[in-house]
């Protein structure tokens, strides 16, 4: 059974926008860095966006900073991912994922945790 759940993927014109949710089990969304990562056809997974659980300290990718803005609902243990001005390049299968670090976020993290994943599809 996935421990992080994505939803909010789809297809979107080119300038537009999305909303990236991921809810976790408590024992995660409360002690657990999570964040985003993506892999496009052909392409390695990449660090898109993390937020810490205690401070809400974050981090990004340079290709997103921006035009995302990751954030955490504690009543809902939710994750959120808004993505602004979408561009194809933005096309890939974004990935929840959760890191053990449980201090400041100033750099990508090391999930040992991840979602199943939810396409997300730019046209131009």
């Known amino acids: 059974q996935a421990q992080l759940v994505e939803s909010g993927g789809g297809l979107v014109q080119a300038g537009g926008s999305l909303r990236l949710s991921c809810v976790a089990p408590?024992?995660?969304?409360?002690?657990?860095?999570m964040g985003w990562f993506r892999q496009s056809p052909g392409k390695e997974r990449e660090f898109v966006a993390a937020?810490?659980?205690?401070?809400?300290?974050?981090h990004y990718a340079d290709s997103v900073k921006g035009r995302f803005t990751i954030s955490r609902e504690y009543t809902e243990r939710t994750v959120y991912l808004q993505m602004d001005n979408l561009t194809p390049d933005d096309t890939a299968v974004y990935y929840c994922a959760a890191d053990p670090w449980s201090g400041v976020v100033i750099h990508e993290i090391h999930p040992d945790t991840w979602g199943q994943g939810t396409q997300v599809t730019v046209s131009s």
């Open positions: 408590r024992r995660i969304f409360t002690t657990y860095a």
């Open positions: 937020i810490s659980a205690s401070d809400f300290s974050t």
